[in-house]
């Protein structure tokens, strides 16, 4: 690579060639201040837009100041980044952008995560110089069961919009009007469920601002638990525990299940259930249909539909009902963890406790924003009451830890609940993408071949590129298996199967990058996508350290099996942990 | 064939057209024919001739006789005074608005005296619609020339050497654009004309494009062979129906005789244009925008580098320039590049193509050497001032230039001296302003102007422009403070630092340009509380003539706020202070003896 | 924005629209200037239908839509009126002339009278800047109007 | 119409076209051509000004001579129509009277191309038509 050299702030930097301003000062040090850029090297995903002009340097030479994210260093460039000029005019733009938001940051649900707070926090605005009464851009706001808008708090970013049509291809969202009044909305600035929308909340996850924030159901948790009458029980997620402690000021990639036991039984959960108890559910009903599906296959069965595809992620499953409703019959009928935990809790835990299925409150914490959605899914719930009653996310449950007075940090650290809070490693890994699609390989080789598996790790299943092909040796029969996270990846693995180009047994997707674990109800990233691969390290981290690590020898689901559901894909199972999609364009 | 002896020149433009100049041709070819003189006299409808402010225009050649503002009932003598008898209609003939003669000949006004055209040298002189008057003025001899003869860095040489930079704005120097478009490697590559002309008051590019489309088409095409391209895209303003109509046509009449299409003349060179259309978006003049909008995106820029020579439409290498500017190149091809510089002054070479409007005489489009004077333009060829009134300042470049003052009359005019000025050349709006144009409001129009414009990508456009606006709107509705102004200032700096485009980066130069030139006038709207001009509505100080009123008290029962007071039949007094300005008073006064300052 | 509910006909011209430009969303601009001119307007129902045919998302569509100004989602009057705001008109009084037109047709600019009749919108330059100040109304140019002749213009619309 | 398949093709169509734009080019630079004004008043029509015209301005074409030639009002010469006034550039106006088509090729060939002098001037006080009121 050719390499040149820059001087910045009287400092000679050599860069490669092709390196921007802002990317040689880092080099060095100095941290150039950003906003609507952003960066997630990890995942090949950039927004550079170049509006919000708060990274402007001044470039001697050059007639006006130079946008640091979006300029290529040249040979000899001598840049201040700090002088008068600069301060100024990044002052005088950030006083702009603070004169057409609202000034509600007390309240505000972004307060303390929010990027333009921070910016106006470190250059020490004090006041803003405008016109007494000067116009604000405003708009309807929207409240969908997943995620709200408040434009009024949008800056033309633009993260949101490259992340809907860019990265996840959804195509929700557009910049729409122009000039003053441009703002990102759905088409017809109707709301988002009427829109393609899929809940993902990726747009949450990289939004600077209060204008896209989750929708936010923990004042109703409050009260159930405050409610005598209720049964209150919990499960997480497993990418949750990767994260949380980030909320508490600990390193990303620190695992703290015991302490979130513990602060979840301090909360006044009846139960303190996990998640992985129904993903291990999920795999022996998901892998039991592949193979299903499979031996049918091998036997010549014409109509046998293959791939199968995992159907965990409910961003996923919104995908799929919206953009390929002729494949609705490919996917595997199995629901989410969150979804069969629910229905367990509901039709088989509450009978244990006794009582009345109206009485239990499941409540689930999750990395997740489209769980809030699916949790309100119709066929989700039995006379109007939800399997699950509530989703709230990883951020929520933190600061619902820090609202009641606990101290995370002290606690000591508990066990789950019993019986559904024994897990797996094969179900703690569902949390990163390629773990689903392992942790049904570790299950359906077993069950398959009748061996016992010799290497638990199937390396070539993980990793973060956003799409991955693998082969596994089932005892001489190849097994083809596709893996993609982030929705514009799962749409070109999906084009390549309606083509014929891709010839898959399994696929495995999840909408978000990184899989659970860059979900956008964790804590935001701010830009920085080496927390999402140090929660990537935690999640198989702990998969290695935990005794078991297949799902079909998890003791309390082969009890299951044996005192309730009967068989993996029994009739009990079709109705309890199956479910079937709909094409959103016939609604 | 017959021989004419006669040909009357009928304005076609946009603006003539809007006077029943298709009715007038109708009248007179009809005349014509009752009289019998078909073979003697010729109708031809063509271009503008750019004194748009006596239109419809009427012009007989070879005697060069120059009817303003006939009418469709005028055609009729016309005809038989003149092309049956050789007696001049002396009525529509140009009256010199200084000396009260009609002109009789126009090559003796002052219009059109000191004004040189290359790039509208066909406007107003040939049937646009008729790709054989122009190859009879060497049309496409041109391109002919360069494609079998010249090699495409020979070519570019030649563009570089006769020093012609870029018309619509920027001034950037056309042949070195070329060079790197040429350089750039790619399977394909594009030539775009941006006529997208969108500076309100400015309508050169229009006038080009209907009077002269050929000289567009032969200079894309010129450009295609020296760059490697051989898709060439007009980008033109759905606004303008009648160039689209008038481009279409000459493509279609190119084609037809081959040049354009495949092997052009035998050369083995290739090229073909396409129109896309505008969608009002002043922003898509900006090159970056406009190969958005031609992808057919929202017209936002992106950030320069990459420049579109090397990665513009569809990622290709793209060629991007304005009408104006390619309606140089054939001329710079036939004349030679020595030619071309001998015009012009040391950095800005050839001519310009100006629209003057606004408080001035002769609204009209002229083309006039660089280095010509303001003078010469206002006062010569513009004729002075509109009744009489006195100049106060003249604005260029459209809502990205500025305000030019008496201090530069005679500056030369050229890309340089106007940047120095506070202004800039900008694709050509001239708009004249006299003693009744209040600064303060002009700036404020421009910035209104770019405020709805402004595609919003970037904050200090989308924003800061919207704030000077508001600032201005209280400084004109009287509520301004003198540190407002001392905020403009900075707040323009500062947008024109930041900006992304160049419609940011320059659309506070009204406002800059103004406070430095009328600093005293906007002193005077927020020290005062006055506007000079009289313009402001807020600003408008009534008071009572005591020797006029009668204390017949009609004003005091109008006034809304009870700021009259006065004794029956005693000189009234308006309290200021009280006083909304609303001007009910003025109305009911019948004996004049409200005054309004 | 009123809703149309799109026969097969409506249907039909714009997918012949769409295919005249194979369906290719690098001309969505040129495939909106001819709906519009097919339908008067660009109604939602309009945007969703090309959106369809060109694989790309409304939400684009609608994006670009409300970019250019040339483009419309509201139905004109029977007959649009526009008045020229360029410079050369601005400072010879086409703002009295527009206030003038908001008094007497009682609606805002962008508007359109109760009846349908009329609709008052803005445009820049016409390039008639020697007739100064100028209105449209249709096709038809007018030319140095003053406000004191806009009731006797708009009379004359007697349909 | 047929394709140009060459630049030559493309410079003989130019030969071809050119005469239909001369009167317009000429009228372009006026003050470096030979200027002829044939009086077209009544008197001059009836008594031929209209077929002298026709000659002056063929011959010219055919014989590619710098000279443009144009109408003009009586020039109160009635007693010598057809009249026409001639102006070689850098000379005073000459005004020739009783122009028929063979002296008006003679004039042509003699006065303006060849700057022999003729007879039958009309003397004048050296007005144009112009000046005259």
């Known amino acids: 690579m050719e390499k040149i050299k820059i001087t910045i702030d009287n400092t000679e930097v050599e860069v490669s060639k092709g390196a921007t301003i802002y990317h040689a000062a880092k080099q060095i040090g100095i941290d150039i201040p950003v906003l609507c850029y952003l960066n997630l090297e990890h995942l090949n995903i950039e927004n550079r837009p170049g509006g919000c002009r708060i990274c402007v340097v001044e470039v001697e030479g050059r007639r006006n100041l130079a946008p640091s994210c979006s300029t290529e260093c040249t040979p000899g460039m001598v840049v201040h980044t700090h002088n008068l000029r600069v301060m100024n005019a990044r002052k005088t733009v950030l006083e702009l952008i603070l004169s057409d938001h609202p000034k509600e940051c007390l309240v505000c649900s972004s307060s303390g995560q929010c990027d333009l707070q921070k910016l106006s926090q470190m250059m020490g605005i004090r006041e803003i110089h405008a016109v007494e009464n000067a116009e604000m851009s405003t708009y309807r706001k929207d409240f969908s069961p997943a995620l709200r808008r408040d434009m009024d708090k949008c800056i033309m970013c633009r993260r949101c919009e490259t992340i809907c049509n860019d990265v996840q291809t959804v195509g929700a969202l557009s910049a729409v009007n122009r000039g003053f009044m441009s703002v990102v909305a759905p088409a017809f600035e109707q709301d988002l469920v009427d829109s393609p929308c899929t809940f993902c909340g990726q747009c949450v996850a990289v939004c600077p601002t209060g204008a896209l924030t989750p929708f936010d159901d923990t004042a109703k948790v409050i009260r159930a638990l405050s409610d005598p009458s209720k049964t209150v029980i919990v499960q997480t997620a497993p990418a949750v525990r990767a994260a949380l402690g980030e909320e508490f000021g600990l390193e990303p990639g620190t695992l703290v299940t015991g302490k979130m036991v513990a602060a979840l039984r301090s909360l006044g959960f009846d139960k303190v259930f996990d998640t992985d108890f129904a993903a291990d559910l999920t795999i022996m009903e998901e892998g039991t249909e592949l193979l299903d599906r499979i031996g049918r296959y091998l036997n010549g069965e014409k109509d046998v539909k293959l791939p199968i595809l995992t159907s965990c992620c409910p961003a996923w499953v919104n995908f799929f009902e919206e953009y390929y409703p002729d494949m609705l019959d490919i996917p595997s009928t199995a629901r989410s963890p969150q979804q069969m935990f629910g229905a367990i809790a509901k039709n088989y835990y509450a009978d244990l406790l006794k009582v009345k299925r109206e009485d239990l409150v499941v409540v689930s914490v999750m990395p997740c924003l489209a769980k809030k959605y699916e949790c309100q899914r119709e066929e989700f719930s039995t006379n109007g009451n939800r399997d699950v009653d509530f989703s709230i996310s990883t951020r929520e449950l933190a600061s619902l830890i820090k609202s009641c007075n606990i101290n995370f940090d002290s606690l000591t650290e508990e066990e789950f609940d019993q019986p559904l809070g024994e897990s797996t490693g094969a179900a703690v890994i569902f949390g990163a993408t390629g773990g689903v699609i392992e942790a049904a390989v570790r299950t359906a080789y077993e069950l398959f071949t009748g061996k016992k598996l010799e290497k638990i790790d199937f390396k070539e299943l993980r990793g973060l590129d956003g799409i991955r092909m693998a082969t596994v040796d089932f005892n001489g029969t190849p097994i083809h298996i596709g893996i993609a996270h982030q929705l514009g990846n799962a749409r070109k693995l999906l084009d390549g199967i309606r083509s014929g180009m891709y010839n898959f047994h399994a696929i495995e997707i999840m909408a978000c990058p990184g899989g659970c674990i860059g979900g956008a109800g964790q804590p935001l990233h701010h830009g920085h996508s080496d927390i999402i691969k140090a929660r990537f390290d935690a999640i198989y981290r702990e998969d290695s350290q935990k005794k078991i690590r297949k799902s079909h020898e998890n003791p309390f689901i082969i009890k299951l099996y044996e005192e309730f559901l009967g068989h993996p894909l029994s009739e009990k199972s079709h109705h309890l942990l199956h479910t079937h999609y709909f094409d959103k364009h016939k609604k | 064939m017959a021989q004419f002896k006669m040909h009357l020149l009928v304005c076609g433009g946009t603006g003539c057209r809007a006077s029943q100049s298709e009715i007038i041709v109708e009248n007179l070819k009809s005349e014509i024919k009752n009289l019998g003189l078909e073979n003697d006299a010729q109708v031809v409808i063509t271009g503008c001739f750019g004194f748009c402010e006596k239109g419809p225009i009427v012009k007989i050649v070879p005697d060069n006789t120059f009817y303003t503002q006939v009418k469709p009932e005028d055609c009729a003598e016309i005809v038989r005074e003149h092309i049956l008898k050789g007696r001049k209609v002396k009525r529509l003939l140009y009256e010199d608005p200084e000396t009260q003669k009609h002109i009789e000949d126009s090559k003796h006004m002052n219009f059109y005296q000191k004004q040189i055209r290359i790039a509208l040298r066909n406007c107003g002189f040939i049937d646009p619609e008729n790709i054989d008057e122009y190859i009879a003025r060497d049309g496409y001899a041109a391109l002919g020339n360069i494609i079998t003869g010249m090699s495409p860095q020979e070519a570019i040489d030649i563009m570089k050497k006769s020093g012609l930079r870029g018309r619509g704005g920027g001034g950037f120097p056309t042949g070195i654009k070329w060079e790197i478009a040429s350089k750039s490697k790619a399977d394909q590559k594009y030539v775009v004309c941006n006529a997208d002309e969108g500076d309100p008051g400015a309508f050169m590019d229009r006038s080009i494009l209907e009077g002269d489309p050929h000289s567009v088409i032969e200079a894309m095409a010129i450009c295609g062979y020296c760059i490697g391209a051989t898709k060439g895209i007009v980008y033109i303003r759905a606004e303008y129906p009648l160039a689209i109509k008038r481009l279409k046509i000459a493509a279609r009449q190119s084609r037809a005789y081959g040049l354009l299409g495949q092997d052009i003349l035998g050369s083995g060179f290739s090229f073909d244009i396409e129109l896309r259309y505008g969608a009002g978006a002043f922003v898509c003049g900006e090159e970056t925008a406009l190969i958005k909008s031609m992808e057919g995106l929202r017209g936002e820029p992106t950030v320069k580098p990459p420049f579109p020579a090397e990665k513009g439409y569809l990622g290709k290498p793209t060629n991007v320039n304005n009408v104006e500017t390619f309606a140089n190149v054939p001329a710079i091809f036939l004349k030679g590049a020595d030619w071309f510089s001998s015009i012009g002054t040391a950095k800005s070479k050839g001519t310009k193509v100006f629209a003057l409007a606004g408080k001035i005489n002769n609204v009209g489009l002229i083309e006039v050497p660089m280095g010509i004077t303001l003078r010469e333009v206002i006062f010569e060829i513009g004729g002075g001032i509109k009744d009489g009134k006195k100049f106060k300042a003249v604005q260029t470049g459209g809502p990205s230039g500025g305000c030019l003052t008496e201090k530069h009359l005679d500056t030369p005019i050229d890309f340089d001296n106007l940047i120095a000025a506070g202004s800039m050349m900008g694709s050509g709006g001239m708009i004249v302003m006299d003693e009744d144009d209040c600064m303060v409001s002009v700036a404020k129009f421009y910035l209104e102007f770019t405020v709805e414009e402004s595609c919003g990508k970037c904050a200090p456009c989308r924003i800061g422009n919207k704030r000077l606006h508001e600032i201005l709107e209280k400084i004109c509705s009287g509520k301004g403070v003198e540190a407002d102004i001392d905020y403009l200032k900075n707040l323009s700096r500062v947008i024109k630092d930041t900006a992304l485009c160049g419609l940011g980066q320059t659309s506070p130069n009204p406002v800059l340009s103004t406070i430095e030139h009328f600093h005293d006038e906007y002193l005077a709207h927020v020290k005062e509380r006055i506007c000079p001009a009289g313009s402001c509505k807020a600003l408008k100080l009534y008071t009572i003539l005591p020797d006029k009123c009668t204390g017949c008290t009609a004003c005091v029962r109008a006034c809304p706020v009870d700021a009259i007071t006065g004794e029956k039949r005693q000189a009234h007094v308006i309290d200021v202070n009280k006083c909304i300005r609303c001007g009910a008073c003025y109305e009911k006064c019948k004996f004049t003896a409200i005054h309004v300052q | ?159 | 119409m047929n394709k140009i398949k060459s630049l030559d093709d493309l410079r003989k169509m130019k030969q071809n076209l050119e005469h239909e734009m001369n009167i317009r080019e000429k009228s372009n630079e006026p003050e470096s051509l030979v200027q002829i004004r044939v009086a077209m008043a009544t008197c001059g029509i009836a008594s031929g000004a209209r077929t002298v015209m026709n000659t002056l301005v063929e011959k010219i074409e055919k014989d590619k001579i710098p000279a443009v030639v144009t109408q003009g009002g009586c020039m109160g010469y009635c007693y010598a129509e057809p009249t026409i006034e001639v102006k070689v550039p850098g000379k005073d106006p000459v005004v020739f009277g009783n122009v028929d088509s063979q002296r008006a090729i003679d004039i042509l060939v003699k006065y303006v191309v060849n700057g022999e002098l003729l007879e039958g001037i009309i003397p004048t006080n050296y007005q144009t038509i112009n000046e005259k009121k």
Request: positive net charge; glycine residues 8%; hydrophobic residues 40%.
């Open chain 3, 1 to 159: 924005m009123s809703a149309l509910i799109l026969q097969d006909c409506h249907k039909k011209t714009i997918e012949e629209i769409c295919i005249y430009y194979k369906n290719d969303p690098g001309d969505l601009i040129k495939i909106l200037h001819k709906a519009q001119t097919a339908f008067g307007y660009l109604p939602e129902s309009v945007q969703r239908e090309i959106a369809f045919h060109l694989k790309i998302s409304v939400a684009k569509v609608y994006g670009v839509v409300t970019f250019y100004s040339f483009f419309t989602m509201t139905p004109k009057g029977k007959h649009p009126i526009s008045v020229c705001m360029g410079t050369a008109c601005y400072v010879r009084g086409a703002e009295k002339v527009l206030d003038e037109l908001k008094d007497q047709l009682r609606i805002k600019v962008g508007g359109v009278t109760e009846n349908g009749k009329f609709s008052l919108d803005c445009l820049r330059c016409v390039g008639a800047c020697g007739l100064a100040p100028v209105l449209l109304i249709g096709e038809k140019v007018y030319g140095r109007v003053e406000a004191s002749q806009i009731k006797g213009i708009l009379d004359s619309y007697q349909d």
